[in-house]
């Protein structure tokens, strides 16, 4: 068809017929989204993750994390056949409030440690917070720089469903996934506010606490319990005008340290200053950290701790699945909402109110038996 503007009005201007344009949605994209979510067979994750199949082993945690219950089985079953190959690493807890520095400092540790080391190293996290704010997902490539284009490192931001209790729990299975693909030094970044870093040091060799200096609460640590769960504390951004106000928060948490008994590990913690953005004191740290591990594997701490560590995981992940399998029923579902609303209105107390419940999830498992 002949084009209005080809009009001897509009001289110089010569429109030709289009060609036709291809769609504007990938035909094989949705050939993509069904591979993303085709599932293999227990075993070929396994031989994946043994080889150090990066991709392999990012699906098999997307399998840990999914509340779906045919994932969760297959996720176990990999779990299971990953456990013998795992443990190999030095697993090290990163904690600190934001702001404190821990992405830029795990970023520089990272590479640091990367070249003293020359192994492989998985950067994981875990941050409860993750789902509500969809903010602060620790872990997070954008927020590593250079470990996030480094070949030897793995990093897998918070899962984000759930308790703590569960975003743990997915955290430490990821753990055993990570080691069984040769990755020899795991950090786990966490957000030092509230539980998150009892749970971290659960599962952790050492536990690294990040703090600030000329904050004018120096010893805010102290009050929340989480100096006597560190088994070293830094003091990051120790550089330009800052470096004295660091040197003096340092000598104030030793002087704090020893008003704790001496720790169970029989290591005293250490204080040091560094900068993770200027890469100062970076080995330093690294030092502090291995001389430590070093120390308890002599003494026999360390298996000791993991030992009391899988302890505590199995007793929490009993605890997990009984919570799990009584609010899920469904029987039990419907009944709780009139029961608190007859403890609300004062006709039944709370304790009553728990008997009934229990003893109708309990006669419905018999039921089932
Ligand atoms: P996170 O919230 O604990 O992960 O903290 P970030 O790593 O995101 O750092 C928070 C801010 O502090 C950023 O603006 C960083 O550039 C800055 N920062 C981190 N480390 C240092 C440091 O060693 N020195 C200085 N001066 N600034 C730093």
Redesign the pocket.
């Given at each position: 068809m002949e084009h209005v503007e080809n009009n001897s009005e509009y001289a110089g201007l010569q429109v030709n017929a289009g060609v036709a344009q291809p769609g504007s949605i990938n035909p094989y994209l949705n050939q993509m989204r069904k591979r993303r979510h085709k599932l293999f067979e227990p075993q070929e994750y396994i031989d994946g993750i043994l080889a150090g199949d990066v991709s392999m082993l990012g699906q098999a945690i997307t399998l840990i994390e999914s509340v779906h219950p045919d994932h969760q089985a297959l996720a176990q079953k990999v779990i299971e056949g990953c456990l013998p190959y795992s443990g190999n690493s030095v697993r090290i807890g990163i904690s600190?409030v934001?702001?404190?520095?821990?992405?830029?400092?795990i970023d520089t540790f990272g590479v640091h440690l990367l070249e003293r080391d020359g192994g492989k190293l998985a950067v994981l996290a875990i941050d409860p917070s993750s789902e509500k704010t969809k903010g602060s997902i620790l872990g997070d490539k954008t927020?590593m720089e250079k470990l996030a284009v480094h070949p030897k490192s793995f990093i897998r931001p918070s899962p984000t469903a759930g308790s703590l209790g569960g975003v743990a729990r997915k955290t430490r299975e990821s753990i055993i996934l990570c080691e069984a693909a040769g990755y020899n030094n795991i950090f786990v970044e966490t957000v030092g506010v509230g539980q998150s870093e009892t749970a971290c040091h659960s599962m952790v060799d050492y536990f690294l606490l990040i703090q600030l200096a000329g904050t004018g609460d120096e010893l805010q640590g102290i009050k929340r319990g989480i100096m006597e769960i560190a088994d070293g504390i830094v003091i990051?951004?120790a550089?330009?005008e800052?470096v004295e106000k660091a040197e003096l928060a340092a000598s104030h948490f030793r002087n704090a340290l020893h008003l704790f008994p001496m720790p169970e590990s029989g290591v005293m913690p250490e204080v040091r200053c560094y900068?993770?953005?200027?890469e100062l004191g970076i080995d330093g740290v690294l030092d502090m950290i291995f001389d430590y591990i070093d120390k308890v594997k002599a003494s026999g701490y360390f298996q000791y701790k993991r030992n009391e560590q899988s302890k505590y995981w199995m007793y929490e992940s009993i605890n997990e699945q009984l919570r799990n399998s009584f609010y899920f029923n469904k029987k039990i579902k419907d009944m709780t909402e009139d029961m608190e609303a007859e403890v609300l209105g004062g006709k039944i107390t709370s304790f009553v109110a728990a008997k009934r419940l229990l003893d109708e999830y309990f006669s419905e498992m018999k039921g089932q038996e």
């Open positions: 600190g934001p702001g404190a520095g821990k992405s830029t400092s927020r990051n951004k550089d330009g800052n900068s993770g953005f200027y």
